[in-house]
């Protein structure tokens, strides 16, 4: 599914930002598509209803928007950690963009499989290590076949 999911393109390393909304421009203006604007506005929506910072560092970030035909994300790993308001008041210094199709069945495994994935400190620490997008999401789907 990672590789469904996130593309080189789509990963951006040692990203600077200096708060929450510019790393959430940053996320979907580099879904590079035509569309990111409805896919940031729906992401500030949910935002407002509550901080999709899991804890523990990880922000993942997401909305369900028509006119997508497949989930798309992306990821970035930020050279500082930023406040993101997540619900253990810790810093994000890994963050998940997932814009999926509304109507998606498959929304709720998407969520829990990079939840689980991102979520495990050891990969975590791998992920802050590595400076390749490719090998990025080669890793990240290593561990998911596991």
């Known amino acids: 599914m990672v590789t469904e999911i996130l593309t080189p393109e789509r990963?951006?390393?040692d990203l600077t930002v200096e708060?929450?909304?510019?790393?959430?421009?940053e996320l979907c203006e580099n879904l590079k598509i035509k569309n990111w604007r409805k896919i940031h506005k729906a992401v500030i929506k949910r935002e407002r209803i509550m901080s999709t910072?899991?804890?523990?560092?990880?922000?993942?970030?997401?909305?369900?928007?028509?006119?997508?035909?497949?989930?798309?994300g992306c990821l970035a790993i930020l050279k500082n950690p930023i406040d993101?308001?997540?619900l253990d008041r810790r810093p994000v210094?890994?963050?998940l963009l997932l814009a999926i199709p509304k109507g998606s069945s498959d929304h709720?495994?998407?969520?829990?499989?990079?939840?689980?994935l991102l979520a495990q400190e050891s990969i975590q620490k791998h992920l802050i290590r590595?400076?390749?997008?490719?090998?990025?999401?080669?890793?990240?789907?290593s561990r998911e076949e596991e």
């Open 11 to 13: 990963v951006l390393i």
């Open 19 to 25: 708060n929450k909304q510019d790393l959430l421009l």
């Open 53 to 72: 910072g899991i804890g523990d560092g990880i922000a993942i970030p997401r909305c369900l928007i028509d006119g997508l035909d497949r989930p798309l």
């Open 84 to 86: 993101f308001e997540s």
């Open 93 to 95: 210094k890994i963050a």
């Open 108 to 116: 709720a495994r998407i969520l829990a499989t990079f939840i689980e």
């Open 130 to 141: 590595i400076k390749s997008p490719q090998e990025i999401i080669r890793f990240l789907d």
